[in-house]
């Protein structure tokens, strides 16, 4: 893991971030993001959005290191890893965060409910992958032609 791995995850979560959250503004649930952080707001949902973001890009990172080193191999990374915060985030701690209890939305019911959440942080996690592999390809691009 190096810095330059960090900044690019923090840089792919934040652009999956920026999209998703634009999904989430569309469908009026920004305000419910804000509320889990004791704000009720769109405006401070986005800001806790793009923080988690930044965050969950950055762990992208320090998982998976040099290994999406294609745009294809990043965008199914990220599509794997998109599948897994959403059953993490919606599924597991956005609940537990607003007093609900673990485990009240571990049934079918819930989960479909939630597909809409699935189908973000499927094009959060897509987004992510390709800006990561693509930053990641244009420092191999760069490291190589400094060699040369």
């Known amino acids: 893991m190096n810095i330059r791995n960090l900044k690019n995850g923090i840089l792919g979560g934040l652009a999956g971030g920026a999209v998703f959250g634009m999904m989430m503004a569309m469908m009026g649930m920004l305000p419910m ?6 704000y ?3 405006l401070y949902g986005m800001v806790v959005h793009m923080a988690i973001s930044a965050v969950v890009g950055a762990k992208f990172a320090f998982l ?3 290994r999406p080193n294609s745009s294809g ?3 199914r990374y990220g599509l794997a890893y998109g599948a897994a915060w959403w059953v993490l985030g919606p599924l597991t701690l956005m609940p537990l965060f607003m007093g609900m209890g673990l485990g009240v939305n571990w049934n079918l ?4 409910q939630m597909l809409p959440s699935l189908m973000g942080h499927l094009v959060f996690g897509a987004l992510l992958g390709w800006v990561y592999s693509w930053l990641q390809d244009d420092v191999r691009r760069l490291a190589h032609a400094q060699s040369v």
């Open 33 to 38: 993001i804000g509320a889990m952080a004791g």
């Open 109 to 112: 019911q819930a989960a479909t």
């Open 64 to 66: 998976f290191g040099n």
């Open 40 to 42: 009720p707001s769109a």
């Open 73 to 75: 191999r990043g965008v």
